[in-house]
């Protein structure tokens, strides 16, 4: 006689058995004989690909002062009033801190808890970008917190185009492998956040920013 457990248990192994079914999805992409892919002939329009097909939006301006234009322009399309502003030699030549407050937008160098979670949008350098993934590499460090680019709902990050690796693989040569050496952390950013979690429905902006850019200092851009 079949008890109640036992055709709890016949029932699981069947959709156990039946969930591990091969499905309908398509096979995923080729990538070749090796596993390394490069940037092709062009790496900023790589990125710019990759990285618009994974939901955020590359901005590429040939100078400094395009890129700052360009950040406040965002800024000021966002009505964004409380702006976290990050570190790094990049974003110290733009005097990003000096241009937001000379329009009346508060920017937050150093914050606290509660200013990371108010803040309307925040301003990042970048380590790296990888073309072949159009991600944006970020590492902890003084004037960088991870939370500079994981709390506000619009993230900006500012990069030149001498931080482009070709390759994810690039990134892991880059970062070296000596231990002591190695930052606390390393965000790898695609887009703006997603998660699946619910119904299995994608979802963009639950966890982090619903909306990223990248503006990206080329002095070739427009040159023929």
Not at 185 to 195: A, D, L
């Amino acid at each position: 006689m079949t008890t109640t457990r036992e055709q709890m248990l016949q029932r699981i192994r069947a959709a156990t058995a039946e969930g591990n079914r091969a499905g309908g999805s398509p096979a995923l992409p080729q990538r070749g004989t090796i596993g390394y892919q490069g940037a092709g002939g062009d790496p900023v329009a790589r990125f710019r690909d990759e990285f618009a097909a994974a939901g955020g939006r590359t901005h590429v301006v040939a100078d400094h002062a395009a890129a700052a234009a360009a950040v406040l322009d965002l800024v000021r399309a966002r009505s964004a009033r409380r702006v976290l502003v990050g570190g790094g030699e990049v974003l110290a030549a733009l005097r990003i801190v000096e241009r937001l407050r000379d329009v009346g937008i508060e920017a937050i160098t150093e914050a606290d808890r509660d200013a990371f979670f108010q803040a309307d949008l925040g301003i990042t350098g970048v380590d790296y970008l990888i073309a072949e993934t159009g991600s944006a590499i970020l590492t902890t460090r003084s004037g960088q917190p991870r939370s500079l680019s994981l709390l506000p709902p619009v993230h900006i990050a500012v990069a030149e185009r001498r931080q482009i690796l070709p390759d994810l693989f690039d990134l892991f040569v880059a970062l070296g492998s000596v231990p002591e050496e190695l930052p606390a952390s390393v965000s790898i950013i695609t887009g703006p956040s997603k998660t699946g979690d619910i119904e299995l429905r994608l979802v963009t902006g639950v966890h982090g920013p619903g909306e990223i850019h990248v503006v990206l200092i080329d002095p070739g851009v427009g040159l023929s």
